[in-house]
């Protein structure tokens, strides 16, 4: 019984150690994620703020260095507390071996101590000689024998555990060391950017000096924004009706879908599959800028902004890249810039604030296949992608889609 709860015991044990290995695997991970992601938005905002003349942008910018920063912290302090909850569990667990180690010592020792004063070794020429036959003398000396090496096992499997224990936890204090030295280092980073957001505050004060400038500002990109978007939107429906005239499917209430062949729905079902695990849509690498929907607007309170698409920033002589094969559905010229539309079944993904395009209407496109190159301002030295997903006429948020843009 006691050997069956011991084996429970060690399995159990080993469970917990996998569990935490996962975890912290799995956090290590996302804090390495996380410090690339820091570092790209670092390199992209350097390279744009001296150039910088708009202060809304500015603060902008800053924002999203100081919210990627915080959450470069708290992936820190994740990693540290789950060390933490490892160190403690694993101290424990030899608290408990020890324990064990010490019941089966004091055990043995007793053992030893009656049988120097019953003169063990007559006491056990007894126990045999009192055996009615020769069958029960040999299972007594088994028994002896399986007693004493059972007991001499337990002993050596705990002290073997008890080291390997205290060996990983003299590890895991050195690596929770470790990463308190990151935290402390990125704790610092961070007080570096809130003195630079403090002198940015400045910069806020004369924003609320002409708060009325701006916001006329905002809201006139806005309807902009609004009026290409209807342009696209009316661009998905006219193709819509094309697609449908071309098969002769009549008028009916589902006239706002595409009208799909058996090669485009396999298309459109492996589009599908894909979701969650879909490419970025620039070649390098990239940071979310503006997110899907409604939102408050960065630096105006009491502003709300709609966006029908994400904002990529990426770096300058970016390209655009295809999410996923397909076929070029529209080349559209966008205040002379453009966008390509790419058909993916009865989806479709749109790149805009192109500069360049190198495909025209009717390609088949592969996926991560270049597409043309990305916009990049004058006056801001901005290279930002404007990237939407449709069904048929219908908006989606490309964040549920594209591998870990949420």
């Known amino acids: 019984m006691k050997r069956s709860k011991f084996l429970l015991f060690i399995g159990c044990f080993f469970l917990c150690q996998i569990s935490f290995g996962q975890s912290k695997k799995e956090l290590e991970q996302q804090r390495i994620e996380i410090q690339k992601e820091v570092s790209d938005i670092r390199k992209l905002l350097s390279e744009t703020r001296s150039k910088e003349k708009n202060v809304l942008n ?35 667990e030899l608290r408990h071996l020890q324990n064990e180690l010490k019941k089966l010592k004091d055990d043995y020792a007793e053992m030893i101590y009656k049988s120097y004063k019953s003169q063990s070794q007559q006491s056990r020429i007894m126990f045999l000689l009192s055996s009615t036959n020769f069958h029960q003398a040999y299972q007594r000396i088994q028994y002896m024998k399986q007693y004493t090496d059972f007991r001499k096992a337990q002993g050596d499997q705990i002290v073997l555990k008890s080291n390997d224990l205290k060996t990983l936890n003299d590890t895991l204090e050195i690596r929770k060391k470790e990463k308190e030295v990151l935290l402390e280092e990125s704790k610092k980073e961070q007080d570096k950017i809130k003195v630079e957001k403090k002198s940015q505050e400045e910069i806020r004060g004369k924003i609320k000096k002409q708060e009325k400038k701006y916001s006329r500002e905002i809201k006139k ?31 009916t209430n589902k006239t706002s879908e595409f009208s799909l062949s058996p090669e485009a729905k396999i298309v459109a079902s492996k589009f ?133 843009m949420k």
Do not use: C
Not at 79 to 88: G, R
Not at 233 to 251: F, L
Not at 297 to 306: D, R
Not at 326 to 343: C, E
């Open 272 to 404: 599908v599959e894909n979701k969650g695990k879909l490419p970025w849509p620039v070649e390098k690498k990239g940071i979310l800028s503006r997110r899907y929907g409604k939102q408050n607007h960065p630096t105006l309170s009491g502003i709300i902004i709609e966006s029908n698409g994400v904002h990529i920033r990426t770096e300058k002589g970016s390209n655009a890249r295809a999410i996923f094969q397909g076929t070029v559905l529209q080349i559209q010229s966008v205040v002379g810039k453009k966008a390509i539309y790419i058909q993916h079944g009865n989806y479709i993904t749109i790149y805009n604030n192109m500069e360049t395009v190198t495909v025209k209407k009717g390609d088949k496109v592969t996926v991560k296949q270049s597409i043309g190159k990305i916009y990049t301002d004058k006056i801001s030295n901005k290279t930002t992608l404007k990237f939407q997903i449709y069904k048929n006429a219908t908006r989606l948020n490309p964040a549920d889609w594209i591998y870990k």
């Open 221 to 251: 990109k806005q309807l902009e924004e609004r009026k290409i978007d209807q342009r696209i939107e009316k661009i998905i429906r006219d193709e819509i009706a094309k697609a449908n005239k071309k098969t002769g499917k009549k008028k």
């Open 58 to 92: 500015q603060l902008n910018d800053i924002n999203l260095q100081i919210n990627a920063q915080t959450k470069l912290i708290n992936a820190f302090t994740a990693e540290s507390n789950a060390l933490n909850k490892e160190i403690s569990s694993n101290e424990n």
